[in-house]
Structures are given as C-alpha cells and as structure tokens.
C-alpha cells in the first residue's frame, strides 16, 4: 500500500524566513509526486509536480521541492516566507490509478 | 476557462435525507475523483471514474453513491446511511489515470447536518 506522511501538521515561520515542509513517501515504484496548497474553503491548487524530468522541481509563487529517492522524499521549500504564504499544504503521490494524499501541514506566517 | 464546478458551496442535511453533490468539469478529463475532508486527516478517496458509465468505490465509500453518465459530471449522493456527512466534499479531475498528470480541484462543498 502507498502512503504519504507529512511530518509537522503545524509549522509556524516568521515573515522572510525559510519555509520547509516535509514529505516522505513510500511506493515500490518510482511514483509521481505533486504539492497542492489549500486557502480556507476553496479546492486544492497544484504548487508544482515531478515527474522524473529533474529533481529539483521548481513551482509557483517562488516554491521548489526536491526529490530524493535514498530518503523516498520530496520537501517543500521556499526561501523568503510571505504573508500570502499562510494556508494548508497537502504532497500527494500517484501511483497506478489512484491518487494519496498526506493529512496536510498547515503554515503560519508571523509578520 | 477550463475548470471543475463544485455546487452548492453549501449543503444542509436533514435526518434521513439524501443529497446530491454536483460536479461539472469542462477540461475534457476522463477522470473524476470524489474525496471527504475531514480536519487533520487529509483527503479521503470515495468513489472514483475512470470512464463513461464505470467507477469503482474508493476507501470510504459505504454511505455514498455517484453516477456517470456523461463525460463531464460525476454527481455524489450522500445517503441517510452516511451516518456523520458533515464535511467538506471536494471533487477533482484528471486527464487519465494512468499518467504523470496531476488532479484538478473544484472548489468544494461544506456539508452540514440540520
């Protein structure tokens, strides 16, 4: 069975400071994996996928993410958080026909 | 634009009563997906489609039904089994399962209990 974790359900990082978020995943094979960000009571929106191209990944909104497949992870990374920034982030893996989510980390900015 | 319709943005349940959840996307996708968001859970998977007039029953599927009848709507009734339905219900997209293609979302339905 596939599976997503996503350590840290709450992260909390000043204004202009680095945002990591974490994602490890587990799949026999080499899966596709995507960051989603979610604003209160709307749909996800995809931040960026890979798709084995390259393993640095580069997104929307100033966001990247690099695959690493010795540590089966794909951390989220920003380098100068922004106010704008503060919302739910979900990482997701497809495999076969179905899609998994991890249970989502939620980040604030502190002005 | 291209995109997925979620309606209503609200939905109230009264005891014993079904309701159904539209769904409406115009990015020719054959897939469609239907989850249940839960806080601090994550996204559920309950009924997916891969194909016109098929779909198979996700993880949390006892309580639900859908249909698919036309390429473009994959409608979710929450029947009067679904014992807890209030949620958030969000469906989602894809142009074929089996790709490096990501899922798109609407935009969700909050489902309450009168």
């Known amino acids: 069975a596939q599976s997503v974790t996503q350590l840290g359900s709450h992260v909390s990082v000043s204004e202009g400071a680095l945002v990591l978020l974490r994602c490890n995943y587990s799949s026999s094979v080499p899966p596709y994996l995507f960051w989603y960000v979610q604003y209160p009571n709307q749909g996800l929106q995809l931040l960026l996928k890979y798709t084995s191209a390259a393993t640095l990944v580069k997104g929307i909104n100033g966001f990247e993410a690099e695959f690493k497949k010795s540590e089966t992870s794909f951390h989220l990374t920003k380098p100068s958080a922004h106010m704008s920034d503060a919302a739910e982030y979900f990482c997701?893996?497809?495999?076969?026909?179905?899609?998994?989510f991890g249970t989502g980390t939620s980040l604030t900015v502190i002005p | 634009d291209g995109g997925i319709t979620q309606s209503p943005k609200y939905l109230f349940r009264k005891e014993g009563q079904n309701v159904t959840l539209s769904c409406e996307q115009n990015?020719?996708?054959?897939?469609m997906y239907w989850y249940r968001q839960d806080p601090g859970q994550g996204l559920r998977l309950i009924y997916y489609s891969q194909i016109v007039n098929d779909f198979q029953k996700g993880d949390i599927a006892e309580g639900y039904s859908v249909s698919r009848e036309k390429k473009e709507s994959f409608p979710l009734t929450v029947t009067s089994a679904q014992k807890n339905p209030t949620a958030f219900y969000l469906c989602?997209?894809?142009?074929?399962?089996?790709?490096?293609?990501?899922?798109?979302f609407g935009d969700g339905t909050r489902l309450s209990i009168l």
């Open positions: 989602a997209s894809s142009m074929e399962t089996y790709s490096n293609q990501p899922q798109h």
């Open positions: 997701a893996v497809h495999t076969g026909n179905q899609f998994y």
């Open positions: 990015l020719n996708h054959d897939a």
